[in-house]
């Protein structure tokens, strides 16, 4: 896929300077960074526009709360499914929310929460930022991570990463816009439900995975 080039570059710098002087705009900063990502470089977000209210429920629906201390997160964008999760966190739980993009992560910082961890850094790397808060192991994953557009071994050895490091009962979520990598999760996991999401743009899928 090719990269966009200096000149894409300079447009988003100008295009997020107009729409942050314009007090009128509709179009909020967190949107406007995932926007420019996305035409930065469409690899790390695997999409243009942010996940749906329905989508973000959707991601988040087999995590019991009430019992949940430690989530971590993948692909987290700019947090848009992060704040879902935080509304209903416990007060003593704990987020790590791992991002590639240096501008996203920026995005979840201002969000100002204690309890959230970003993490810019590789999702595989989980084992190190559990151990970093004292964490055996997650109680639930939430992954949006493009798995579609990266090298197939990267992208089998964060899933592995994910399945080692997730605690017997807990659930995997998956968000992506086709099955095209549902065997990923299938190789690793003893069972895996899909689930489409129609109302986002585009409709998705959101895959529970268990072991």
Not at 27 to 47: A, D, H, M, V, Y
Request: include cysteine; charge should be positive; aromatic fraction near 8%.
């Amino acid at each position: 896929m090719p990269q966009l080039g200096p000149a894409t570059n300079l447009f988003s710098v100008s295009l997020r300077r107009k729409l942050v002087t314009n007090h009128s705009t509709l179009i909020t900063l967190s949107s406007l960074s995932f926007l420019l990502e996305g035409l930065r470089n469409i690899r790390t977000t695997g999409t243009f526009t942010r996940s749906s209210t329905a989508l973000c429920e959707a991601a988040i629906d087999r995590i019991d709360f009430n019992n949940t201390r430690v989530i971590v997160e993948f692909g987290a964008g700019d947090g848009v499914i992060t704040k879902h999760i935080l509304k209903r966190l416990h007060s003593e739980g704990k987020v790590i929310a791992f991002e590639v993009s240096e501008d996203l992560c920026a995005d979840m910082r201002a969000i100002g929460d204690p309890r959230l961890v970003v993490a810019q850094d590789s999702a595989k790397n989980i084992r190190h930022w559990l151990d970093k808060i004292g964490a055996d192991q997650a109680d639930h994953i939430v992954s949006a991570i493009p798995f579609a557009v990266l090298p197939q071994e990267l992208g089998k050895a964060i899933v592995r990463a994910a399945k080692d490091n997730l605690q017997t009962g807990g659930c995997y979520s998956q968000v992506h816009y086709s099955l095209k990598t549902k065997a990923y999760y299938e190789e690793v996991f003893s069972k895996v439900d899909a689930r489409r999401v129609w109302a986002n743009l585009p409709p998705a899928w959101v895959l529970y995975c268990q072991w």
